[in-house]
């Protein structure tokens, strides 16, 4: 956001907004480090995003820098609404891909079990931002909890209400992040989950 030149700072935003951060571009490679420790034969990887929702740069940039240290290739294949998600899923199941990566978009959160059907058809072993989308039969997820996030934009509204200026209330990061793996998606996959990523898990949906 401050790259993008919408807010001046996390710690003063200033003008008229305030709210809160999905720290998406530093949680890109951490996601692409736990898909490759699920599937370490991997060495193409299809990443799913919508530019509608926003242009990604920074998170491209830094996926992209991990892509390279961890000696994976990125192939990107983008949408823009809900009705060209069929489409794209074919484009990538005819390109091989060894894996999937989505970046966080609400397309994805709001139609979770249309997207993990159509990942699971095409047997693309897929790295999601949101655990709705493991609880709607995906295979993995790591990212904030979106619940959480409401409690606090719900504390930070209150604070507005009481007098203080949007501008002047910092953007507040997640307190919480979780790795939800999907025990039956794997399974149906053909994918054995290490032990020592289960371990790492916050829940496993059976």
């Not at 609404?81 to 978009?105: Q, T, Y």
């Not at 910092?170 to 990523?197: C, H, M, W, Y």
Request: without cysteine.
């Amino acid at each position: 956001m401050v790259e993008l030149g919408i807010v001046k700072s996390f710690s003063h935003p200033g003008g008229n907004i305030t709210g809160l951060s999905k720290l998406t571009p530093e949680l890109a490679p951490k996601r692409l480090q736990l898909l490759l420790q699920l599937v370490p034969k991997a060495k193409r990887i299809a990443v799913l995003w919508n530019p509608a929702y926003s242009e990604f740069r920074a998170d491209w940039r830094e996926l992209r820098a991990a892509a390279q240290v961890l000696g994976v290739t990125l192939a990107p294949f983008e949408f823009r609404r809900v009705d060209d998600l069929e489409p794209v899923f074919d484009a990538i199941a005819r390109e091989r891909p060894d894996a999937l990566m989505m970046f966080s978009d609400q397309v994805a959160y709001a139609y979770a079990s249309r997207v993990t059907r159509l990942a699971a058809d095409r047997r693309l072993p897929a790295m999601f931002a949101f655990r709705e989308l493991p609880d709607a039969g995906g295979l993995m997820s790591f990212g904030p909890n979106i619940g959480g996030m409401w409690r606090q934009a719900a504390k930070q509204v209150a604070r507005i209400l009481r007098g203080e200026k949007a501008g002047d209330l910092p953007i507040e990061q997640p307190t919480r992040f979780e790795l939800v793996i999907n025990r039956k998606a794997a399974g149906d996959l053909g994918v054995k989950i290490p032990q020592s990523l289960l371990l790492q898990a916050d829940a496993v949906v059976d």
